[in-house]
């Protein structure tokens, strides 16, 4: 379906360096780990600033370590971006992120061999972060592009060893006290490639998605106090056990989401309790709630409906139950006309792309608040991310990087 003018990416080279790419944080096991600021990490970006070099781009990391290659446009203007985030969760896979920045190298490096110096600046990014797997805060990289990191953010934020974001920063050479140099105010459209990260392109197709939203996500933590009691001593029904409680809210939950129907989605992550005891009734149980809908008003229902569930329960048993938000972001639509060019890119490619809702966050939601944003989905082998098993087929990786090349050959050189 290739037409005569298109550009011809180098498709072994591509899968070699998505091979190659894999290889800094391979974990014994399977899987990888690269996380923000480790050893592996920075190989990475070594890696990929390689790469851009060797396509004969200006290279520099920016003050919290994106990586970006950069060549100017014969009429100047504000820049056309393409890239995504080289961290991955503990245990992911190979392409989440991966896929995006590998892609944006061999995109813009094509286009630059083959057609010269763009009308328009063109750059491909290494977005440091985005996971949240070693700090508890996500998006950093993007959100340092966009302006949204809070002033007192890399000296609070921590690791699990107690290491602050702003000491990591130093043990990589970067100064905490020149993030702000990283915002940019000159993006005008940022393109996304990423897998799916579910099952729909696989199993009802096509091969190619385009990125109409992107879910809202609510955090919540939920505290439920009861009475800590003896195992032995304490008759069934005695007993305020707030694990129990914690246990019926769960379901209630479920129950909740599921009554809302698609796309809404809720999940109970992480559960703790106290005294943590085998022969004490537990006495306070915490848990955390991931609220998604891509409407903003029933985002907002679903955290009503689950606040009363809760609240419901704990009355049934004399528990005390605090809802507590510890993060609430709107859905965001990305832009229409950058979409629109991502899906004239992915027809010339052959294929008719899918408007989809996603139900995972991106770089690019944060992104669309600095510049028009849009995301190209390839498929995710039997809808599996976050995993070892995350895989995608070859042939949709390259027909996933063509449309990119396509949609930047568009933005920049039309
Ligand atoms: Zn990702």
Not at 292 to 307: F, K, Q
Request: charged share 25%; hydrophobic share 45%.
């Amino acid at each position: 379906m290739r037409t005569a003018e298109s550009v011809a990416i180098d498709e072994r080279r591509l899968l070699r360096r998505l091979d190659e790419l894999a290889q800094r944080g391979a974990l014994p096991g399977g899987g990888l780990y690269r996380a923000l600021y480790t050893p592996s990490h920075v190989a990475a970006t070594e890696l990929v600033s390689d790469w851009l070099k060797e396509g004969g781009l200006l290279v520099r990391r920016d003050a919290v370590g994106n990586i970006w290659g950069r060549i100017e446009g014969s009429r100047g203007g504000r820049a056309i971006v393409t890239g995504s985030h080289i961290d991955t969760v503990r245990g992911g896979g190979a392409l989440d992120g991966a896929l995006g920045v590998v892609a944006a190298v061999e995109a813009v490096t094509s286009l630059v061999s083959q057609l010269g110096r763009p009308n328009r600046i063109l750059e491909a990014v290494a977005i440091c972060e985005e996971e949240g797997s070693r700090f508890a805060t996500n998006f950093w990289g993007a959100r340092a592009i966009a302006d949204r990191i809070e002033p007192d953010e890399a000296s609070r934020v921590r690791d699990a060893d107690g290491i602050t974001l702003a000491d990591a920063m130093r043990g990589v050479g970067l100064d905490p006290s020149t993030i702000a140099q990283a915002v940019r105010r000159d993006i005008d459209t940022f393109v996304e490639l990423h897998i799916e990260q579910g099952p729909i392109l696989e199993e009802d197709g096509p091969r190619l998605g385009v990125v109409r939203t992107i879910v809202g996500t609510a955090h919540l933590e939920v505290v439920v106090r009861g009475q800590p009691d003896h195992a032995g001593a304490t008759a069934m029904d005695r007993r305020r056990d707030a694990l129990l409680g914690a246990a019926a809210m769960t379901l209630a939950i479920a129950e909740a989401a599921r009554e809302m129907g698609p796309p809404a989605v809720a999940t109970v992550g992480t559960i703790s309790v106290e005294p943590a005891q085998l022969n004490v009734v537990p006495g306070v149980a915490r848990f955390t709630v991931d609220a998604r809908h891509s409407d903003n008003a029933r985002r907002v229902e679903l955290i009503a409906e689950i606040t009363k569930v809760c609240k419901v329960a704990g009355r049934e048993r004399e528990l005390g139950v605090e809802v507590r938000t510890l993060r609430d972001r709107p859905s965001v639509q990305l832009n229409e006309r950058a979409t629109d060019v991502a899906r004239r890119a992915c027809v010339a490619c052959g294929v008719e792309p899918r408007e989809m809702t996603s139900g995972a966050g991106h770089d690019a939601q944060v992104l669309s608040a600095a510049a028009h944003v849009a995301m190209i989905f390839v498929p995710s082998i039997g809808g599996r991310s976050h995993c070892p098993e995350e895989a995608t087929a070859a042939e949709d990786v390259i027909l996933g990087t063509r449309a990119l090349t396509a949609a930047l050959r568009e933005l920049a050189y039309s």
